[in-house]
């Protein structure tokens, strides 16, 4: 198999393992830091409303950058932009390591004046992050059919999640409870450590990623018709547009589900940073076996009904967690909903590879990942927003619970809705027309 992917792919492989293991450092580091800062419910949801704020703003100009310039550059400068960022945000937290409550403290803090400073550094660093974020992201799933051949894509990109999922989730959350158990301000400066291997590695990738011709390329750039070009391109497409759509609206209720995640973790199931990191593995495993097993069983019960029961999965998931308060049982449940987003993804992202023309992939994707991660910071903001007013009415735990069982209501409603809209037959046929 790895002759067929090549050695581009292996190192773009190892560049995304070694970044991600970065990224799981901070999955623990980050939040934690956040809680520390401030205990309230609609300032932690606004820090990531902040981070993903950028997937809603900024997408669609993403789009059509990717389409006009060398996606192997705007990789390696995005990742060295957030590379230099997360070394800002490591230096701040050195320098006021003796303004933080100890970290296992938190479980039991519930009035924390927020340290507003350090708050808002958080804040504006999480949007400058997020922008370099989404012009890497999309400019990465447009590099990949440059990379491997059509027909190994499945392959590539299950693989890819294995190792983001492995290095992110099983890996690094450990590693980051160790480091920030030694000072809260390392798992940052690892974090950035990370992002500066990437770079060397995907600058190091052989071929031309350009994707369009020099006369085009010297050409004054047309936001707006370049962007229009690409709407219409998927608004047209009978399949791709109701996928965008019921993917926004999954991805928005499930932010808005765990935008106060970390209060919940600390108060309702009384994690220490070494327990949450635990919790973090969840993902890892769901992820790995995800991107092993996922193209064996779209090909096993067909694209739809796969999709139709990770559509179902959700809501179920949600259901228990809003009825626990034992971390290992919302371990098991993070592990299933890990494993069926890899086989989301593994089915829905192929595909568009496979189909979107590639003068038109960069704004296409743009435009699919604007309905469909759009949605996120509404989704962050409206969850952070109902457990702060549900305080007034509920005990914090009650409210802190009540987004799960809002998410059981919605995503039922979702999955009667969406289900119909993605057969088997439909997914075929749109693969063979590309």
């Known amino acids: 198999m790895s002759k067929k992917l090549g050695a581009s792919y292996w190192k773009l492989w190892t560049a995304t393992a070694i970044s991600n293991l970065g990224d799981g450092v901070s999955m623990v580091a980050y939040p934690w830091l956040a809680s520390a800062v401030t205990r309230s419910p609609i300032l932690i949801a606004a820090a990531g409303f902040a981070s993903r704020l950028p997937w809603l703003v900024f997408t669609l100009h993403a789009g059509v950058l990717t389409d006009r310039f060398d996606r192997r550059k705007l990789i390696v400068a995005m990742d060295f932009m957030r590379g230099l960022l997360t070394v800002f945000v490591g230096a701040v937290v050195y320098f006021n390591r003796d303004s933080f409550p100890a970290l296992d403290e938190l479980t ?33 799933q447009t590099l990949m059919p440059s990379v491997v051949e059509k027909e190994n894509l499945e392959t590539a990109n299950g693989r890819m999640w294995s190792a983001e999922s492995l290095t992110n989730s099983f890996i690094g959350p450990p590693l980051g409870s160790l480091l920030i158990g030694i000072a809260i301000f390392i798992p940052f400066f690892f974090d950035a450590v990370s992002f500066f291997f990437a770079v060397a590695l995907i600058a190091s990738l052989k ?13 004054k750039i047309n936001f707006k018709a370049e962007i229009k070009e690409g709407y219409a391109w998927l608004w047209a497409h009978p399949l791709l547009r109701p996928m965008a759509i019921i993917l926004g609206t999954m991805n928005g209720l499930a932010t808005m589900v765990g935008a106060t995640y970390i209060l919940f973790a600390q108060e309702v199931l009384q994690t220490s940073v070494f327990t949450f990191a635990v919790l973090g593995t969840a993902g890892a495993v769901g992820g790995t076996i995800g991107g092993l097993l996922a193209p064996k069983v779209s090909a096993k019960l067909g694209s739809g009904r796969s999709l139709a029961m990770v559509l179902a999965a959700a809501p179920i998931g949600s259901l228990i967690i809003a009825l626990t308060t034992t971390w290992q049982v919302v371990w098991v449940v993070v592990l299933f909903e890990t494993f069926f987003a890899i086989l989301w993804n593994t089915i829905t992202v192929s595909l568009r590879q496979s189909i979107i023309p590639t003068h038109l992939l960069g704004r296409v994707n743009s435009v699919y990942r604007f309905f469909a991660w759009g949605s996120i910071p509404i989704g962050m903001f409206l969850g952070g927003g109902l457990v702060s007013a549900l305080t007034l009415v509920l005990s914090r735990e009650n409210a802190l619970r009540a987004p799960y069982l809002f998410g059981v209501v919605l995503g039922l409603l979702l999955w009667a809705l969406a289900a119909p809209r993605l057969t088997t037959a439909k997914i075929e046929a749109a693969r063979n027309v590309g």
């Open 207 to 219: 071929g031309t990623f350009k994707p369009v011709a020099d006369e085009k390329g010297r050409e």
């Open 108 to 140: 039991t803090i519930t009035n924390l004046q927020t340290n507003w400073p350090i708050y808002f550094t958080l804040l504006i660093t999480a949007f400058l992050f997020g922008l370099a974020e989404v012009l890497r992201d999309n400019s990465a």
